[in-house]
C-alpha cells in the first residue's frame, strides 16, 4: 500500500523531462505510427502477400496476366502503409477500451492535485499508461499513446462517453468512471472560470475582414502554395501535353482546390484549452445577437490563438459572423441533440454551453 502511494505521488510530482512520451522522442506521428507497425505482425503479413504476388508474377503465363498482377503489386505498395497504420491504431483502442478502469484511475490520480493543468496532466496520464501497457506485456513498445491529446480523445472515447450516456456496469466500475469524470469535469470547470477572469491577452486592432475583400482573398493568401503550385503545374502539362481526358482530370483538380480553398479548412479549435477559452470569453463579453460584440470575441480569441505557434492564419476567425457561426454549429447544439463525436471536447463542454446560453445569449 505504503508503495504505491508512493509511487502515484512521484508520477504526479515528476517533472516535464520525466513525462516520457512519443511526441518527444518521434519526428512526426507518421515517423512514430511506422515505427509501431514494424514491431507488429501487420509487415509480415504485408511481406506474405508481396512474396505471394511475386510467385504469381513469376509463373504467369499470358502478358494480360502480367499486367493485372503489376497493377495489383503498385496498388497493395500505396496500400500498405495505410493498413499497417489502421491496424496498429485498432490494436491501440482495444487495448485502451480493455482497460478503461486503468484510464480512469490514472486520470483521477493526476487531476487531483490542484496545480495539475489540462495540458500538461493529459501527457502525464498517456506516459504511465505507456509504462504499464509495456511493463505488463499487454504492448510491445513503450509507446502506445503518442501525446496528451490522444490519451484525452481516449478518456473521452471510453470514460466520459459512457458515463454520460449511462452506458457503464453498475458497481466498482461505474462508481471509478463517475469519480474520474466528476474530477475531470471540475477541472475543466476551474478552468472556465480561470479564463473568463483572465484578461492578460489583449483583442487584436483589427480582424482579417478589415483588411481583405472577402474570405476567399483571405484563405487564399494564408493557403498553403505547395498544393496549388502541383495543380497549376499538372494543369499547364495536360493543356500543352495530354489528351483531352487528361486535361480534364486535371481542370476538375483545379476546380476542387478553389473549392476547397473558398469553403474549406473552417476553423475547428480543435484542443479542449481552446474551446473553453472561446466560451469563456463568450461569456465575459455577454454577445447575445450584437455582431459588434461578437467581433470583439473573435478580436480576443485571434490574439490568443496567435500566441501558438502551430496555429495557422486560416485557423482564425474572419469577423464576428465567422464566431458566432462556429459557436451555433460546433458547440450550441451540444446541449439540444445526441453528441456524436468524441475526438474533440464535446461532453464535458456541456455544462458551459449552458451556462453561456443562460447568461451571454
Not at 504476388?53 to 502480367?66: E, G
Not at 503518442?146 to 456496469?169: I, M, N, W
Request: glycine fraction near 4%; charged fraction near 25%.
Amino acid at each position: 500500500m505504503g508503495t504505491e502511494l508512493t509511487q502515484k505521488i512521484d508520477d504526479r510530482d515528476c517533472e516535464d523531462a520525466s513525462v516520457d512520451i512519443p511526441k518527444k522522442n518521434f519526428r512526426s506521428r507518421f515517423t512514430w505510427a511506422l515505427y509501431e507497425a514494424t514491431r507488429s505482425y501487420e509487415p509480415l503479413m504485408i511481406v506474405g502477400w508481396f512474396g505471394s504476388l511475386l510467385f504469381c508474377f513469376r509463373n504467369a503465363v499470358s502478358a494480360s496476366h502480367h499486367i493485372c498482377i503489376v497493377g495489383i503489386v503498385v496498388v497493395s505498395i500505396i496500400w500498405a502503409p495505410v493498413i499497417c497504420l489502421i491496424c496498429r491504431k485498432k490494436r491501440a483502442e482495444n487495448l485502451v477500451s480493455r482497460n478503461n478502469m486503468a484510464l480512469a484511475e490514472a486520470t483521477k490520480d493526476f487531476f487531483s492535485s490542484e496545480q495539475e493543468t489540462l495540458a500538461f496532466g493529459w501527457d502525464k496520464v498517456a506516459s504511465q499508461l505507456n509504462r504499464k501497457y509495456y511493463t505488463e506485456g499487454d504492448w510491445k513498445t513503450p509507446h502506445c499513446i503518442f501525446d496528451g491529446a490522444e490519451c484525452e480523445s481516449y478518456f473521452r472515447r471510453y470514460v466520459l462517453k459512457p458515463t454520460h450516456e449511462e452506458e457503464t456496469q453498475e458497481g466498482c466500475e461505474k462508481s471509478c468512471l463517475h469519480a474520474a469524470v466528476s474530477i475531470y469535469q471540475q477541472k475543466v470547470l476551474d478552468q472556465f472560470n480561470r479564463d473568463k477572469e483572465d484578461t492578460s491577452v489583449l483583442a487584436e486592432d483589427n480582424l482579417p475582414a478589415d483588411s481583405h475583400r472577402n474570405k476567399f482573398t483571405w484563405r487564399w493568401k494564408n493557403f498553403s502554395i505547395l498544393p496549388i503550385g502541383v495543380c497549376v503545374l499538372q494543369f499547364s502539362y495536360a493543356l500543352f501535353f495530354g489528351t483531352w481526358t487528361l486535361r480534364l482530370i486535371y481542370m476538375m483538380d483545379v476546380i476542387l482546390m478553389l473549392a476547397v480553398i473558398s469553403t474549406g479548412y473552417s476553423l475547428r479549435l480543435s484542443t479542449t484549452e481552446n474551446r473553453i477559452r472561446l466560451l469563456a470569453t463568450i461569456a465575459n463579453v455577454a454577445p447575445g445577437e450584437d455582431t459588434n460584440r461578437w467581433d470583439v470575441v473573435a478580436k480576443r480569441i485571434n490574439a490568443y490563438m496567435n500566441e501558438d505557434s502551430n496555429v495557422t492564419g486560416v485557423q482564425r476567425f474572419f469577423d464576428g459572423k465567422d464566431c458566432l457561426r462556429f459557436f451555433e454549429k460546433e458547440l450550441k447544439p451540444l446541449i439540444s441533440k445526441k453528441i456524436k463525436e468524441d475526438g474533440v471536447a464535446t461532453y464535458e463542454l456541456v455544462p458551459l454551453v449552458s451556462e453561456v446560453m443562460g447568461g451571454a445569449m
